[in-house]
């Protein structure tokens, strides 16, 4: 060998020794053997699809509603992570709702058009949004998409010419912007009209719009199975888009399209994909991107959504690339999901190549090692690889041949580690590897993303926001300081549209108004017009506004408004509602959708356009109701502690609010039950045993008032007329019941996150050893964040989706009718999946069903049905962290039949064996 060609591969082989070491800690002693070496030939001449780009999408609905009420410099600071090149996640496709006046998933977004012919151009947040995002990046691409439209559209009717037109002025808009919108979508996850997408693309063109893209955006591939006898149909569309074409809530595995799909001659893309948290989504986030062109040629690829500015009582509150949901504080968090968009954005740009063969597949020829994709640059010698090694348990080896004109010079590697919670370890540069002859080998660790590159300009952005806390009380707004048709801050349309506008009735200034006339054609079910305001862990105050009723109907003045579930109808929170007629209630609202009057009454009527001041208080368990200074009702109830404050109209009256008001109360008791998060079960006092230094344990829950534990003002958790307490401060100390007495050994502080904290010992409650069995013991012990050291107070609501199956236990057909047996579906977030574990450990469904065995069996096999709640053991239920679910009069779990995992698959009772077909999760 010549002594050049030797001293060559020494250098490479010395560059990537010191690869090794830098990006590999698995390699260092102890780590698993390196699996099989996958040999790479990346070949310029081997050219596949042009890549589109990949992205996310603000909207669907109100996700990004938050980001705009930030302090300038945080807001700032999430502008440049999401957008910025080389910086963050550099997003290089954004989708934006085009609003419609109705929820589309996190909100009501506002329509730039709320009445045929009045068009407010500057609307909402999305052309904003828009602004900074090409402010930043000029070489962005958008798009946009409708979920919901205005009533007056097509007299309700989506596909019609009212829609094209609507959607062309919502174009003129953004032009006004100075936004360049590439691509428009039809109706979002509502399947397509064809003859509607023929006319589009004919209105648009003659509305000068003819260079953008009509994107074909829906739930499977079906219309390009029309093109082959619909040639105009063809050329009207110009990408086909498809939404979670590697599965929905799923690790993206695999990935799927159709032989039509792929010979259309259309770009094909995924539209929309993610819906998973901005942390533990990353490995199905990675996945889709390479994947998604390995298995289905899919060359664009927006994430729903772009950022979580969402407050975090609504569904999907931690997911996107980010969440914001704090504005008051400006705390934010950047989620690894945004440094997986990181290694495509900072290293392509849409118009680079694919490149196929050997140059893009699965490492060693096995899904479970992982996948790569390269893509060159137009210019024909830059290049990137980006590899993905979750599920993979070993090292890997790549050996890689560079040819076909492409660079021969070094290359920069970028690493994630995708199960570090350490952001020291998400996208960060590694040692630089020079090839020898264009060949170069790399060590791959599992559960990273790899990023090698012959392009540079990459960076990681280093702002990090301040601490969260809560909005200080009191809050105000008089809604003066707002230009007519703006949103206040902090405020969260779920449905209907409010904004601020002159006052009528005879007031001078602003106030805030409910302006979508009438019902807008829904994406989601529809409700109640409302919008929410402030901050959910408000616990204990008074909310009040002035109030002009413009049209005869019922008004709503929401408070402790806590967890929505969807739709928004299902939003938990007490109210007050009141009728121009004077009648009047105190309501609860549950997560389930039950409303459920607490109180009712009637007082005189309320003159339509004039103005009422009403109010609601919440003190402890203690809910007010006043009208015009005086208390109409006080009711008592203990199922919400804390949330927070909204106004609504019950229909689309265009009612008015001014001189909103949330003013701190004094703390009262609170009553509820310790369920532990661990066993499902309830902290008990034995027999309602009273003596001095009775020992509280682990039972069924049964809703006595021996499981009923009041915190009171004082901080003392009182029982049947005891305190807990606790003679100690080391751990392992028990608890038990005694006469009260201030010491601080009998104070305890009940959070959010459901820790129970001893005052005096700094300790937490738990079920001692982990147990869960009726009698376990209750200790306190140094917290550490344990499933035995979490209680729940009340009632808590979720699915019960199947570990084995993924589907969800489901009421067929919506039945309420006594004997209906539940089975496994599709997850789909419908009532009849809703399952409320309650204070009395009952599994209720429609707000007054029950889970039930059938005939009070006990046997293996015996099916399960729901039944008008009776209070048998039949219907009760331990639900536990481990994910069984016991029922307490059989002892047997919740189970599906012969481990099946089809829709339609039957649920019995049988005896707990911890299989999967018997775990089933809450979310």
Request: hydrophobic share 35%.
């Amino acid at each position: 060998m010549h002594p050049a060609v030797r001293g060559h591969r020494l250098r490479s082989l010395l560059a990537l020794a010191a690869l090794t070491l830098t990006t590999t800690a698995a390699v260092i002693a102890g780590a698993a053997p390196a699996s099989a070496a996958t040999t790479i030939g990346i070949d310029g001449g081997i050219a596949g699809r042009a890549f589109d780009g990949v992205g996310a999408i603000s909207g669907g609905g109100g996700n990004s509603r938050l980001l705009i009420d930030y302090p300038a410099a945080q807001r700032s600071q999430i502008l440049d992570y999401l957008f910025k090149p080389g910086y963050g996640a550099a997003v290089q496709l954004l989708k934006l709702e085009i609003g419609g006046d109705a929820n589309s998933t996190d909100g009501s977004e506002p329509s730039h058009q709320h009445v045929r012919g009045d068009i407010n151009c500057n609307v909402g947040y999305e052309f904003w949004l828009g602004e900074q995002a090409v402010a930043r990046n000029p070489n962005i691409r958008l798009a946009a998409l409708p979920w919901t439209a205005p009533g007056w559209v097509g007299n309700h009717s989506f596909w019609s010419q009212d829609m094209i037109d609507y959607d062309i002025s919502w174009l003129n808009c953004a032009r006004q912007h100075g936004l360049t919108i590439s691509y428009l979508g039809g109706w979002n996850e509502r399947g397509h009209d064809s003859g509607w997408y023929k006319n589009l693309r004919s209105s648009l063109n003659a509305a000068g719009f003819g260079s953008v893209q009509i994107v074909g955006d829906d739930t499977g591939w079906g219309m390009a199975d029309e093109f082959a006898g619909d040639a105009t149909l063809k050329n009207a569309v110009g990408v086909l888009g498809n939404h979670y074409v590697c599965g929905y809530l799923s690790q993206a595995d695999s990935c799927s399209t159709t032989q039509n799909a792929r010979s259309s001659g259309k770009p094909l893309w995924a539209s929309e994909f993610g819906s998973q948290d901005d942390m533990t989504g990353v490995v199905p986030y990675i996945r889709t991107l390479n994947r998604g062109y390995l298995d289905a040629e899919i060359t664009g690829y927006m994430n729903w959504p772009l950022i979580a500015a969402i407050t975090p009582n609504l569904p999907y509150a931690t997911v996107g690339l980010m969440d914001a949901g704090s504005p008051w504080s400006g705390a934010y968090r950047v989620g690894r999901n945004l440094w997986a968009n990181a290694h495509y954005a900072q290293f392509t740009q849409p118009g680079w190549r694919y490149l196929n063969s050997s140059a893009s597949g699965y490492l060693g020829g096995s899904r479970a090692n992982g996948s790569y994709v390269s893509l060159k640059s137009p210019n024909n010698s830059d290049y990137s690889t980006i590899y993905e090694t979750s599920g993979s348990t070993a090292a890997q080896t790549v050996n890689v041949a560079v040819s076909g004109g492409l660079s021969a010079g070094t290359v920069h590697v970028w690493s994630t580690d995708m199960g570090s919670g350490n952001p020291a370890d998400w996208f960060v540069r590694q040692a630089d590897v020079a090839p020898a002859g264009g060949s170069y080998a790399l060590t791959l660790q599992p559960n990273r993303i790899y990023t090698v590159t012959t392009t540079t300009g990459q960076g990681k952005g280093t702002a990090a926001g301040p601490a969260s806390h809560a909005l200080a009380l009191p809050y105000s707004d008089d809604f003066d300081g707002y230009p007519s048709r703006a949103l206040p801050r902090y405020t969260e349309d779920m449905q209907g549209s409010y904004e601020v506008r002159p006052c009528a009735a005879g007031r001078a200034g602003q106030c805030l108004q409910q302006v979508a006339p009438v019902q807008p054609i829904n994406w989601q079910d529809d409700s109640d017009a409302f919008t929410l305001v402030g901050d959910p862990s408000w616990r204990d105050y008074t909310v009040s506004t002035d109030l002009n009723m413009q049209q005869a109907g019922t008004v709503t003045l929401l408070g402790r408004a806590n967890t929505q579930n969807r739709p928004q109808n299902r939003q938990a929170a007490y109210q007050l509602r009141i009728s121009n007629t004077g009648a009047w209630s105190i309501a609860r609202n549950t997560s389930g959708g039950v409303l459920t009057n607490l109180l009712t009454g009637t007082r005189a009527a309320l003159a339509l356009n004039s103005w009422h001041t009403i109010a609601l208080g919440f003190s402890g368990n203690e809910i007010t109701a006043t009208v015009d200074g005086t208390v109409v009702g006080r009711a008592t109830d203990g199922s919400f502690t804390a949330g927070q404050a909204g106004l609504g109209v019950v229909g689309y009256q265009t009612n008015q609010f001014d001189n909103l008001r949330v003013t701190a109360n004094a703390a009262g008791n609170l009553a509820g039950v310790l369920k532990g998060a661990e066993s499902g079960r309830c902290a008990d006092v034995p027999g309602a045993v009273t003596t001095n230094g009775t020992r509280p344990v682990l039972w069924d829950c049964t809703g006595g008032t021996n499981q009923r534990w009041t915190l009171t003002p004082a901080r003392q958790l009182q029982v049947l007329g005891k305190c807990l307490d606790v003679a100690g401060t080391a751990d392992g100390t028990a608890v038990q019941v005694w006469d009260c007495n201030g010491g601080t050994n009998q104070q305890w502080t009940v959070g959010a996150d459901g820790t129970v904290v001893g005052v005096a010992s700094g300790k937490c409650l738990e079920a001692s050893a982990h147990g869960t069995a009726n009698g376990s013991a209750l200790a306190i012990w140094t917290c550490n964040g344990g499933p035995n050291q979490r209680w729940a107070r009340g009632d808590t609501v979720g699915i019960l989706r199947g570990q084995e199956s993924g589907r969800c236990a489901d009421v067929p057909g919506l039945s309420q009718t006594n004997g209906t047996r539940p089975a496994l579906w599709d997850c789909n977030g419908g009532i009849n999946q809703e399952w409320t574990s309650t204070a009395d450990g009952r599994l209720t469904v429609f707000g007054t069903k029950c889970l039930d065995a059938v005939g009070g069996g006990t046997a293996d096999g015996t099916a399960v049905d729901i039944w008008d709640c009776n209070g048998g053991s039949h219907q009760r239920w331990t639900v536990g962290a481990d994910g069984a679910v016991v029922g307490v009069g059989s002892g047997k779990c919740l189970d599906a039949v012969g481990h099946g995992t089809s829709n339609g698959t039957q649920l019995v009772i049988w005896t707990c064996n911890g299989a999967a077909n018997q775990k089933w999760s809450r979310s």
